[in-house]
């Protein structure tokens, strides 16, 4: 197909990556990428079905792209990502001029429904399996230097307040040799940080065996096998769950040089009511019996984590006990989250939905304690030194952001070379940024 096309994508990294699948078989289609709605012949939302709104947002960016639909018929309107394949034909009977919805199983057939969709008007592919692994299509990297590895879409648990299992179905693991061969490609091409993507990565592999053989290959041996990887100075995971959690993740992440000290350990609530609620299969006490054997093992490890304020049911008591678990488990960073029922899940049929003032209220004392708790955190390097890896620069170009091993972002007065590590020396810290002076190599010794 020829012409260009404009793909904005919402949610997570999994829905990152899929954008950069959909690009990759759009190009090597014959298309390039533009910025402007004005000049795509082919425009793509990618959506999310997690986030608050999500239904809105796409109705509202659908609304806001009916008149450039109206005055060039060419152009084409896709729907993809969680949305398309929860909604389905709801979409076409709300949007009639959205041309193909495409759900997340179906990626792989998106030029096929392109060109359908020219020759015999609206499409639409929500099949519930995935044939071709999506890391098998061709992808447009983001960055030169780091990428997403996709290892296991997909989950096998029930929370009660999550759509995944309804959107991307069971969890489907990749063997260790199509992972490490994709990682291998990207050091080839001069990325030097990967991030393995999984729902629940502790999971990984239980679905899949080893070539040759009935064992089942373990999350643990495969963060070994991506850290000794020629060119990869960097692997990151996301995430696991603390249910599935085992020692052997530990070591393994110690043991490995190249895996960062950082882990997101989403905790959702810190009562254990609540988590039976959420069918969260772990309590708090081993949730933070788990932090206290990670940090042993690996001392400088900063964790991030996932809570939610507001589930049906939670009483006064429960959220005091989440204010308890976020003040001993002393998180870096969390991304917190006003529980708002999501159609498609349990949780959502819950009585005692909180009313919206008291999850506000509640929100604000979490968000209160967590910014002073990051703000600590933060301040605890200044003066240190460390490695940092230049992400880009921002917008007027005056300054660089750049990212430790522990995940903080780092703002330095220097322009820098995306993808290059550098030495920085902290100098101040904010909840949720540290500030640094570049540390200058040593410079090389003539005798
Ligand atoms: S572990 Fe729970 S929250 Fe995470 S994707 Fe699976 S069902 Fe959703």
Redesign the pocket.
């Known amino acids: 197909m020829d012409g260009t096309y404009l793909i904005r994508t919402f949610g997570c990294q999994m829905n990152e990556h899929d954008s950069e699948r959909i690009a990759g078989l759009l190009m090597a289609d014959g298309m390039r990428a533009v910025d402007e709605v004005e000049s795509a012949r082919v425009i793509v939302l990618n959506t999310c079905a997690i986030r608050e709104n999500a239904d809105n947002k796409l109705y509202g960016n659908l609304g806001h792209l009916k008149p450039a639909k109206l005055a060039n018929p060419e152009l084409r309107i896709v729907v993809s990502g969680c949305l398309a394949q929860k909604d389905q034909g709801e979409i076409q009977r709300r949007a009639p001029w959205v041309d193909v919805v495409v759900g997340t199983h179906a990626l792989p057939h998106l030029l096929e429904l392109l060109r359908r969709s020219e020759r015999d008007g609206p499409q639409m592919d929500v099949r519930e399996h995935t044939e071709t692994f999506p890391s098998a299509l061709p992808a447009v990297r983001l960055d030169a230097f780091r990428a997403w590895v996709s290892i296991s879409p997909g ?5 009660t ?5 309804l959107v991307r179905g069971p969890q489907r693991s990749r063997s260790v040799g199509d992972i490490l061969a994709e990682v291998r490609g990207l050091a080839a091409r001069g990325v030097v940080e990967v991030t393995l993507l999984g ?2 990565v502790n999971t990984y592999g239980r679905d899949v065996s080893d070539a040759g053989s009935s064992r089942t290959p373990l999350f643990a041996e495969l963060l070994r096998q991506v850290g000794r990887v020629d060119g990869i100075r960097r692997v990151r995971f996301t ?1 696991p ?1 603390p249910h599935d959690f085992t020692p052997d993740v530990i070591d393994a992440m110690a043991e490995t040089p190249a895996v960062c000290e950082h882990i997101h350990f ?1 905790l959702q609530s810190g009562s254990d009511d609540v988590l039976r609620r959420m ?2 299969s772990y309590r708090r006490e081993r949730y933070l019996g788990w932090l206290e054997r990670i940090r042993e093992a690996i001392p400088a490890i900063a964790v991030s984590t996932d809570i939610i304020v507001g589930f049906p049911g939670e009483s006064d008591l429960d959220f005091s006990q989440t204010l308890e678990a976020v003040d001993a488990a002393r998180f870096d960073s969390a991304y917190m989250f006003q529980y708002s029922p999501r159609p498609g899940t349990r949780a959502a049929s819950f009585d005692e939905q909180v009313p919206k003032p008291v999850v506000q209220e509640r929100f604000d004392r979490l968000v209160e304690l967590q910014e002073r708790i990051s703000t600590e955190a933060g301040a605890a390097l200044v003066g240190e030194t460390v490695e940092v890896l230049v992400e880009g620069g921002d917008r007027k170009g005056r300054s660089t952001r750049s990212r430790t091993r522990t995940n903080r972002i780092v703002h330095l007065a220097d322009r820098l070379d995306p993808g290059s590590f550098h030495e920085a020396r902290i100098v101040a810290a904010a909840a949720h940024h540290l500030t640094g002076e570049l540390v200058p190599a040593p410079a090389a010794s003539t005798s």
């Open positions: 989950c096998d648990n029930a929370c307040f999550c759509i995944v299992p729902q629940n995430s769950h989403p069918r969260r």
